[in-house]
């Protein structure tokens, strides 16, 4: 069992690895432009080149893959020849910063033709001086510096060439220069290292967003399926424990009547009436900064939604189950050794006839947590799956990459939980 | 005694031509209020009493207004994607000028202005005793920072091309503390609204660093609590805020504004702003009669409508085969039944247009006869262009505008009988904007502006190298246009405008790149118990004096 689990373990890295390169080139390939989204239509050509650039956008996709994984810090502390730092500040906000040969973290701007580095104290507070001793002479006959800007980038600013810039510099007001930033490094540490980096259309750490959809959505699906598998799982035993009375009748018909009816319907139809009509619930989901148990009455709709759709389903292929267990010689053989009749049923029939609804409710665990966006936007549900469909719709890489990570290991998991049960209703099962 | 005399030279042309009813109060006002006179002022000089807006009485503070809005990514306001993130940050933010719901612009961070007899040099005075809410008083450095960020290249604003094409970083010139003079380049009448573009919230020089989130000082009412992206914004009321409410305490009467940030679908928002959940539903970048047809019946809506020039532009690229041809252009401009177009894809909530861009309340508008379907006599243009037997052209529209989509499908079928076979190309919105300057024929969203002027600048012109400018989507350069447009553009005598603007219109209707079918109304949609608020043209949130009743 224990190299059976390793061997999960083992295969769930290499689907997370092989599915991360396929969103990537997925992502790739897909029309859209990230620049053009986040920055409106009516960008010109160089807006959108400058913004590409400052996002790492503009380099090869095997670069930017291993950026995302293995991070850029590192590659960037080499330029540099300082060590980086990423630290959190009180107000939340996420900063990286060099630190200098005497250790305290600083930080560089261009001022007209002037390096200006601001040391951070331990209060949170900056001190700027001129650091003009860094400037290295370049090939081209100018001067360059590679170096931490205040937006989270390695830099390489140069100056002396033959690009005009306006700044402002308090105290002495507007002034012309030749320098400026020419190559961006957006500094992370890669989601191997537990940085699934920033949301290109929120930016936003994608963890700190992905941390609320998640628990949203678990929220939903998890009383969802608390609700629908026990019911499911009942009443198709139920109907299925004698093929053709009417109460399988009802029951199947009914359970197929909710499932045929596409969610989206089944949620209007519901706010309709419910929320309308009736005016019982809220018919929408508005949440703000709260979490969702502390407004159970907007979770209604949702949950009864779900389960409306889902119940006939699991319903329908237990009692196919269960009527195939019942016909089967053993349930014969039971009978006529005189066992009483629910002893039959809990003892005999029941665990046999329950293989087949585990492994098509396992499944179920993960569409739950990504394919009910449907449930999701028709109730304005802020989860998972909406997350991630406007992450795709805007092209958001990193939070599309760590979206998908999390739908990976809740698939393997849920089949490493489904296996693991396999063996408990049915001995014979021996996984190595 | 005049009191126009301390004024600009042109105002007392305006009153000479309210007396002799050329102009309506209204284009007196708008025009005096640009030229620098007070709206006070200027409503004496025609004496006009502004009435109160509410009696003081019914007046309750307190209470916590909740908005539905997609809480975007923000952090340079120079670089807003569009308006929905301007309007929870104009609560923290303010503008130099203030265009409110009817069209008129007037003095806001900047108290008044004056402009040379030529309009090439502005000089503008901010308002004193204007405090940051970090404490830092307001000074013309503030100003002249911002408008250097807008030129900035690097920050990569939108405003670049509408400021940056009449004004370079060295023509500001800083007076003194409260006082700042602008150099022109051309002469351009329309400065003061374009201090109120969505972009050009005002910024604090001294502490302002590329993310407004980090530092958010600015000289709005509210301070920012919160910014959560994707989920929440939250502003509440500051206690020193310039402007005095009416029992002489400073406003904002409300004390928090939510911004809650439920998806794009409009369904869930309509359903809480139906059950009361919320008060209100950003629609700005979005305007539609959706909203307004689910809730004008209910009980605790109430509906504010307001005419706007935003409208549909079916555009075609004169550089581009077929419609090089003006011919050609002329007939599916024919083919524009307009009365069914606006009533089947707007719900005929709005006013025909007439394949020039100017709207009826523009103070512009020259009146012209609204063209007829007429499918025989495109049928015949067509012929004489060498098509006989009909064109098939390929119509680019973004899915997600649905009235544009119907819009397509009224155009496909009227156009049949004329020989013109149209292939709707539908796509997301986002791949629209991705070559909406590309496509040989497509249909394109133009938000509201309040002069007539605005528009032709920004769309049908070319720059000083003959290139068309970077919107002009057509390329359609007509020099007799263009020259009219600059004469416009510096005419300050609303008649003499009009004068020019009805050639221009011809111009456009003759032998333009664009048939426009309709102008769409809209409307802001909330709770009752939202007080003195209007509907904007572009739906801007204008909440200072806002309160909530209980």
């Not at chain 1, 009547?257 to 319907?265: R, Y």
């Not at chain 1, 014969?332 to 002893?343: D, F, I, Q």
Request: net charge positive; with cysteine.
């Amino acid at each position: 069992m224990g190299k059976f689990i390793v061997r999960r373990l083992v295969l769930l890295l290499l689907t997370m690895l092989l599915v991360s390169m396929a969103v990537f080139l997925i992502t790739e390939a897909s029309p859209g432009n990230v620049a053009r989204n986040v920055l409106g239509a009516f960008v010109t050509p160089e807006q959108e080149a400058s913004f590409l650039a400052q996002l790492g956008l503009d380099k090869p996709v095997w670069q930017r893959y291993v950026h995302w994984l293995f991070g850029s810090d590192w590659k960037a502390a080499r330029k540099i020849g300082l060590r980086l730092k990423r630290l959190v500040t009180e107000k939340g906000f996420v900063e990286w910063w060099a630190i200098d040969e005497s250790g305290r973290p600083v930080r560089w701007k261009l001022q007209g033709d002037d390096l200006v580095a601001e040391l951070r104290q331990p209060d949170g507070k900056t001190v700027r001086k001129i650091d003009n001793r860094r400037w290295e002479s370049d090939p081209q006959g100018g001067w360059s510096f590679w170096g931490v800007d205040n937006a989270n980038h390695a830099v390489r600013w140069q100056k002396g060439t033959d690009r005009k810039v306006w700044t402002f510099i308090m105290g002495s007001g507007w002034k012309q220069s030749s320098g400026g930033p020419e190559e961006y490094l957006p500094l992370k540490k890669g989601f191997i290292r537990g940085d699934p980096g920033e949301s290109l259309r929120t930016g936003r750490p994608v963890g700190d967003s992905l941390y609320v959809r998640l628990r949203n959505s678990l929220v939903l699906a998890g009383i969802a399926f608390v609700i629908v598998m026990p019911l499911a799982l009942f009443l198709g035993l139920l109907a299925g424990l004698k093929e053709g009375s009417i109460r399988d009748r009802v029951l199947s018909v009914g359970g197929m009547m909710f499932s045929v009816i596409p969610e989206f319907a089944t949620g209007i139809f519901l706010i309709l009436i419910v929320a309308v009509w009736w005016q019982l619930v809220p018919g929408a989901t508005v949440f703000g900064e709260k979490a969702p148990w502390e407004r159970p009455d907007m979770l209604i709709l949702p949950v009864l939604t779900l389960t409306l759709i889902e119940l006939g389903y699991v319903l329908r292929i237990t009692r196919a189950s269960m009527v195939e267990v019942m016909r089967s010689p053993y349930i014969r053989t039971a009978y006529l050794k005189g066992l009483p009749y629910w002893r039959i049923i809990t003892k005999h029939a029941v665990r046999n006839a329950l293989m087949a609804p585990i492994t098509v409710i396992m499944l179920h665990v993960n569409w739950l947590m990504g394919g009910i966006v449907i449930v999701e936007v028709v109730f304005g549900y802020p989860g998972l799956g909406k997350y991630l469909l406007d992450s795709a719709l805007y092209k958001d890489i990193n939070a599309l990459e760590a979206g998908a990570m999390i739908l990976v290991i809740v698939a393997v998991g849920t089949q490493l939980v489904a296996d693991i049960i396999y063996t408990i209703i049915n001995p014979r099962i021996r996984y190595t | 005694m005049d009191s126009t005399d301390q004024f600009h030279p042109a105002v007392s042309d305006l009153k000479r031509q309210l007396q002799n009813g050329e102009i309506s109060r209204r284009d007196f006002m708008r025009y005096a209020t640009l030229l620098g006179v007070s709206t006070l002022a200027a409503g004496q000089m025609i004496g006009l009493l502004l009435p109160r807006k509410t009696l003081a009485a019914d007046i309750r503070r307190g209470g916590t207004l909740k908005v539905s809005q997609q809480v975007q990514k923000i952090d340079h306001p120079a670089r807003f994607s569009w308006l929905m993130p301007s309007n929870s940050m104009r609560m923290v933010f303010e503008y130099m000028t203030l265009t409110g719901p009817d069209n008129i612009t007037r003095p806001y961070l900047c108290e008044s202005w004056s402009a040379s007899d030529d309009l090439k040099t502005w000089t503008f005075n901010v308002r004193r005793g204007v405090a940051f809410n970090n404490g830092d008083t307001l000074t013309a450095d503030d100003c002249i920072f911002t408008i250097n960020q807008w030129l900035n290249k690097d920050v990569k604003s939108s405003l670049l091309g509408l400021v940056g094409s009449y004004l370079d970083p060295g023509g500001i010139e800083k007076v003194d503390d409260y006082r700042f003079k602008l150099h022109l380049k051309r002469a351009e009448i329309a400065i003061p609204e374009h201090f109120f573009q969505y972009t050009a919230q005002v910024l604090s020089h001294r502490t302002f660093e590329g993310d407004m989130k980090k530092r958010p000082h600015g000289t709005g009412p509210f301070v920012l609590d919160t910014y959560n992206e994707g989920e929440i914004c939250i502003v509440k009321a500051r206690s020193n805020y310039w402007q005095k409410g009416f029992d002489g305490k400073p406003l904002p009467y409300i004390d928090e504004i939510r911004f809650i940030d439920m998806g794009g679908e409009l369904a869930p928002q309509i359903a809480a702003l139906k059950s009361g959940e919320i008060d209100l539903i950003d629609a700005s970048d979005n305007p539609g009669p959706q909203i307004m047809k689910a809730v004008n019946r209910d009980a605790h809506v109430q509906v504010m409508p307001v005419a706007t020039a935003t409208t549909r532009v079916m555009r075609m690229r004169v550089d581009m085969k077929p419609w090089d041809d003006n011919r050609v252009r002329m007939a599916l401009k024919l083919c524009q039944n307009r009365e069914k177009i606006l009533a089947l894809a707007y719900q005929g909530e709005g006013i025909r247009g007439q394949d020039f861009h100017v709207y009826p309340k523009h103070p512009e508008y020259c009146s012209k006869p609204f063209p007829r379907y007429q499918p025989q006599r495109a049928r015949k243009l067509l012929a004489e262009a060498g098509y006989p037997n009909g064109i098939e052209v390929n119509l680019a529209v973004g899915s997600e505008w649905t009235d544009i989509v119907r819009y397509a499908e009224v155009l496909k079928q009227d156009a049949a009988p004329a020989g013109i076979r149209v292939n709707i190309q539908t796509m997301p919105t986002s791949q629209y904007w991705e070559k909406w300057t590309e496509v040989d024929l497509g249909v394109t969203p133009w938000t509201h502006r309040p002069l007539g002027t605005m528009v032709p600048n920004l769309a049908y012109i070319a720059d000083a190298d003959g290139k068309p400018v970077p919107w002009n989507e057509t390329r359609w350069v007509d020099p007799e246009f263009s020259d009219l447009l600059a004469t416009a553009s510096g005419t300050l005598d609303i008649n003499a405008r009009r004068n020019i603007f009805c050639e221009l219109e011809e111009i456009q209707m003759t032998r333009g790149p664009i048939g426009i079918a309709y102008w769409m109304n809209t409307w802001m949609c909330s709770n009752k118990r939202l007080q003195n608020v209007a509907a904007h043209p572009n739906l801007v949130f204008l909440f200072n004096e806002a309160w909530l009743k209980s």
